[in-house]
Nanobody, 115 residues
C-alpha cells in the first residue's frame, strides 16, 4: 500500500538549517510529482513546494531562496533542505503526491524554530 515516512525534524534556532527526508513506497516514485506540505498549529495544511518527475521545482513565496526540494529516484526519497529558518516555519511537515489524488498522510515530522 501507499506509504510516506517523513523524518529529520527537530528543534533549531532561528537562522539554522534542517534537512527533511520522505521515503515513499507503494507508488511508481520516478513518475510521481512530489510535494512538501506543512501544518502549523491552528492553521490549515499548505503546500510548501513541489518537484516534478523531471526535477523542476516550485515554492511558495515565503520559502523561496531558503528551501530546496530534491529527489533520489533510486531511493524513492524526496528531500527538503531548509536554510535560514524562521519561527514562522514551525509546523509539522509532510510529503505527498501533487497534481493527483493524494495518498494517505504519514505521521509527519515536527520542525520547531525557536531560540
Amino acid at each position: 500500500q501507499v506509504q510516506f515516512v517523513e523524518s529529520g525534524g527537530g528543534l533549531v534556532q532561528p537562522g539554522g538549517s534542517l534537512r527533511l527526508s520522505c521515503a515513499a513506497s507503494g507508488i511508481i516514485f520516478s513518475i510521481s510529482a512530489m510535494g512538501w506540505y506543512r501544518q502549523a498549529p491552528g492553521k490549515q495544511r499548505e503546500l510548501v513546494g513541489f518537484i516534478s518527475n523531471g526535477g523542476n521545482t516550485n515554492y511558495i513565496d515565503s520559502v523561496k531562496g531558503r528551501f530546496t526540494i530534491s529527489r533520489d529516484n533510486a531511493k524513492n526519497t524526496v528531500y527538503l533542505q531548509m536554510n535560514s529558518l524562521k519561527p514562522a516555519d514551525t509546523a509539522v511537515y509532510y510529503c505527498n503526491k501533487v497534481f493527483t489524488v493524494p495518498g494517505p498522510w504519514g505521521q509527519g515530522t515536527q520542525v520547531t524554530v525557536s531560540s
